[in-house]
């Protein structure tokens, strides 16, 4: 018998359709537990329907999906999660502690409230994002990048084997993206499993075990060093990866007024 854990997370003849319109079609992998996973693509690949059909907050139109070797449950149950900060209501009335709170939820059961050892956890979580001075702040008050840490703590709460993060560093500082990367560091080395959607793909090989090449259809998926090659970003990006690595190499060279540049709208990857 083999001494590999099961995979994490497994994908089997995976499609979805938004109006009869495929936006993820057979896709089949498997995602190997304890692993930081990157999923990469250009805009409207897939890549965030990916993680709400492994959570189960799409419909599939045929596949199958298994976390840790057992048929997905509708809902979170048994993933934490870190939605994009964009599809979030900022305005809602509600501090950060509550925000968290929320994380213990689907622990608690039907008639429980969140007591001392939820509000417990919920506080370590904040500690682990360096945000407990702010716990009883307005959620709506906070920076960009302080809200991300939140939802960042709120997934924590979950205490969960697998984690789904989409676009975790998007629009953050360079200190919370350091943050945020130290607490992924920290979850792979208690065992735990997170997949992260991603965008920059200078930074691929720095922070991901593992990754995903998607769009619209599984282009690739391995260890970084096998499958984060320029012939799979090539058949997974085509004639804009040209034009990715000339803005990169523009910047490194100073010449382009990268305060004036902003990149393109994901929200439909």
């Known amino acids: 018998m083999s001494g590999a854990p099961p995979p994490a997370i497994e994908v089997h003849d995976l499609t979805v359709s938004y109006h009869a319109k495929p936006v993820l079609w057979d896709i089949d992998v498997e995602i190997p537990a304890g692993q930081l996973v990157g999923v990469v693509g250009p805009n ?52 950060v502690l509550d925000v968290v709170l929320m994380g213990t939820y689907g622990n608690l059961g039907w008639f429980r409230r969140p007591g001392r050892r939820e509000r417990e956890r919920a506080m370590h979580a904040l500690e682990q994002v360096g945000m407990q001075d702010l716990a009883r702040r307005q959620i709506a008050e906070l920076s960009g990048g302080q809200q991300q840490r ?43 499993t997170v997949v992260v959607v991603h965008h920059d793909l200078q930074t691929v090989e720095e922070y991901f075990d593992h990754v995903l090449l998607l769009n619209l259809r599984l282009v690739a998926a ?48």
């Open 44 to 95: 409207g690949a897939g890549k965030s329907t990916l993680l709400r059909a492994i959570l189960g907050l799409v419909r599939p139109a045929s596949g199958w999906v298994r976390i840790d070797g057992e048929p997905r449950r509708r809902g979170r149950h048994g993933c934490g999660y870190v939605p994009q900060r964009e599809s979030v209501d900022w305005d809602f009335p509600v501090d």
């Open 222 to 269: 391995g260890p970084i060093r096998d499958t984060f090659t320029r012939e799979n970003l090539l058949a997974t990006y085509g004639g804009r990866l040209t034009l990715l690595d000339e803005a990169a190499e523009a910047v490194r060279r100073g010449s382009v007024d990268t305060t004036a540049w902003r990149p393109p709208p994901d929200g439909a990857s």
């Open 150 to 192: 939140v939802f960042l703590a709120r997934a924590l709460a979950q205490d969960a084997p697998v984690y789904l993060m989409d676009e975790p560093f998007s629009g953050v500082d360079a200190a919370t993206e350091a943050a945020i990367f130290e607490v992924l560091r920290t979850l792979r080395a208690a065992g735990r």
